[in-house]
């Protein structure tokens, strides 16, 4: 169990960058600026948690959502989803991790169910960013496994 639980990690970890340098770069290119996912996430944990108003706070929740909840929950539950291979267990992963963020994250940065008050864009581009993580998660998940040893 240790073992699944460190190559999970190391994998949410991997699927975070990777889909934080897609936001980045999409950032930079003047994509959507009005649509930064890590400028949601700063407004809703400073009013949840009473965070201070930072962007810096922001990327550290992320990193540490990405990483330790989600790679730690999908080290843990990998055993047990449905699919055959560890990128299919991980995109099967993320679309429920999709949804869960659709109906909690969302509604706590007020701009309701789903995201919904920015419009469509918000919904469909982050189920997008989750498919990414996903396929991300269970490619590093596999890679970790003949590092680390499969568990």
């Not at 989600?70 to 995109?91: A, C, K, N």
Request: charged share 10%; proline share 5%; net charge neutral.
């Amino acid at each position: 169990m240790g073992a699944r639980l460190v190559r999970g990690m190391l994998a949410g970890f991997v699927a975070t960058f990777v889909i934080s340098m897609i936001l980045v770069l999409r950032l930079a290119a003047g994509i959507m600026p009005w649509y930064d996912p890590i400028e949601i996430m700063n407004l809703a944990a400073h009013d949840l948690l009473g965070t201070p108003d930072s962007r810096m706070v922001a990327w550290a929740i992320h990193f540490v959502v990405g990483t330790l909840i989600w790679g730690l929950l999908f080290g843990l539950l990998s055993p047990y989803l449905p699919g055959r291979t560890d990128m299919r267990r991980g995109l099967e992963f993320s679309l429920a991790a999709w949804l869960v963020v659709m109906v909690t994250v969302f509604p706590l940065a007020g701009s309701g169910l789903f995201g919904l008050g920015f419009g469509l864009i918000a919904p469909l581009s982050m189920l997008v960013a989750h498919v990414v993580f996903g396929l991300s998660i269970g490619i590093a998940y596999g890679w970790a496994g003949g590092v680390l040893g499969h568990a």
